[in-house]
C-alpha cells in the first residue's frame, strides 16, 4: 500500500491546574510497512473523558503517566485497513486504546473486535464502552435497589446520564445536579430522572434540602468537594457512596480539604466505596449483555457530544471542564 501519514495530538508540556491549547501539539508520522501479524487500523471516533487529566501529571497513579512529545492514549473505535494477521481482516471494527491519531499499526491482542454493531459506533466509547461500565458498576458495587433515593452530581456527563438511566431502571428514585437549565431539562425530560437541579443556581445542600428533605439512600459522586459535603448531610443512616470520580478537583495545584463534615460517615455508619473499573474487567461480559439488551431495545437514552476532526480534539478535552458535553464527549475522525 501507498504509505500513510498519520496526524497525533502529543503532550507537549504537563498542564499546571486547568489545562490549555499549548500544553498540546500536533504531530505527523509516516506509518512503516506492516510485518507478519501486525494490522493497520483507521480510528473512526475516539474518546476524550477526565481521567485523562490525572495521566497528564508527572508521578505514578493507577495508570502510566502521559509521556511529553509522545502521542496520547485513549479509547477508540476503528476500521481495520490492512492486516497481516489472520485474527482480523479489512473491514473488521475494532475497540483499541490508540485515540489521539488517526491511523495506527499494532498487534491482535491490542485490539478487540466489535461483532454485533450497534449504531453509531461511538456508542463503544460511552454507554456500551467504558462510562457506561463505570455507571453500571457503581450501582452493582453499593447494591443499588429497587425503592433507593439515588443522588448522582455530574449528572449529565457520560458516566452521570447512565448511572441515573440504569438506577431508574432498577426501580430507584434519582436526583441530579448538572451546571445548566438546558443540562436538567435533558435529564427530566430525555433520562428521566425525577429531579434535577442547577447547582448554579443555589448550592447542592440547599436543592439537596428543598427537594428531598427525608434524605437519600445512595450518592454516586462525579465531582468531589462541595457536592460530597452536601450529600454527606442528605444522606440516611447506613446510607451508601460510590466514589467515582472528583472532577471538581483535578485541575487544583494544591490538594483540597477533605469534607469539613466528615465525620458523618461515622456518625451515620456509611458505607464509601470507591473503584478503577480496569479493576473489574471480569464483569465486562455481565456488564455487555444486560446494558447491551436495554441500549438494542432503545430504554437508554445514549446522548453524545460530538466534534468533528482531529484537530479540534484538544478543544473537545478542554470542553469536558467546562461543562461543553451533554452525555458523552466523541470526536468523530472521518
Known amino acids: 500500500m501507498t504509505q500513510i501519514t498519520s496526524r497525533e495530538i502529543r503532550l507537549a508540556s504537563r498542564p499546571k491546574g486547568l489545562p490549555t491549547a499549548d500544553n498540546f501539539s500536533m504531530g505527523s508520522v509516516a506509518l512503516p510497512e506492516l510485518a507478519g501479524g501486525q494490522v493497520l487500523v483507521r480510528n473512526l471516533y475516539m474518546s476524550v473523558d477526565p481521567y485523562m487529566r490525572g495521566r497528564m501529571n508527572e508521578g505514578k497513579s493507577y495508570v502510566p503517566p502521559f509521556e511529553i512529545g509522545k502521542p496520547l492514549e485513549g479509547g477508540a473505535v476503528g476500521e481495520v485497513v490492512e492486516s497481516k494477521a489472520d485474527a ?7 475497540l483499541s486504546s490508540f485515540g489521539w491519531r488517526e491511523y495506527f499499526v499494532t498487534t491482535p491482542p491490542e485490539l478487540q473486535a466489535i461483532r454485533h454493531k450497534a449504531e453509531p459506533l ?25 425503592g433507593d433515593t ?8 457520560a458516566v ?31 433520562c428521566g430522572f425525577d429531579v434535577a437541579f442547577n447547582y448554579r443556581t443555589a448550592s447542592n445542600h440547599e436543592h439537596l434540602s428543598r427537594e428531598v428533605p427525608d434524605g437519600i439512600d445512595v450518592y454516586f459522586d462525579n465531582v468531589g468537594g462541595e457536592a460530597l459535603e452536601a450529600a454527606l448531610c442528605a444522606l440516611r443512616t447506613r446510607g451508601r457512596i460510590i466514589a467515582c470520580g472528583g472532577i471538581a478537583m483535578y485541575n487544583q495545584e494544591k490538594p483540597q480539604p477533605g469534607p469539613s463534615n466528615l465525620f458523618l460517615v461515622v456518625v451515620k455508619r456509611l458505607t464509601m466505596k470507591g473503584f478503577i473499573v480496569i479493576d473489574w474487567l471480569d464483569r465486562q461480559k455481565d456488564f455487555e449483555r444486560e446494558v447491551g439488551s436495554l441500549v438494542a431495545a432503545g430504554k437508554l437514552n445514549c446522548k453524545e457530544t460530538v466534534v468533528e476532526g482531529i484537530d479540534q480534539a484538544v478543544a473537545a478535552f478542554l470542553g469536558l471542564f467546562k461543562g461543553d ?4 464527549m466523541v470526536v468523530k475522525l472521518t
Open 88 to 94: 482480523f481482516k479489512p473491514g473488521d471494527v475494532v
Open 160 to 190: 452521570g446520564s447512565m448511572a441515573g438511566q440504569l438506577a431508574k431502571q432498577r426501580g430507584c428514585r434519582v436526583i441530579g445536579s448538572a451546571g445548566s437549565d438546558a443540562k436538567v431539562r435533558f435529564l427530566r425530560e430525555e
Open 150 to 157: 439515588v443522588f448522582i452530581s455530574g449528572a449529565a456527563g
Open 122 to 146: 461511538s456508542v463503544y466509547l460511552g454507554a456500551l464502552g467504558m462510562p457506561g461500565m463505570t455507571a453500571w458498576l457503581g450501582l452493582n458495587l453499593v447494591e443499588v435497589k429497587t
Open 325 to 328: 458535553n451533554v452525555g458523552k
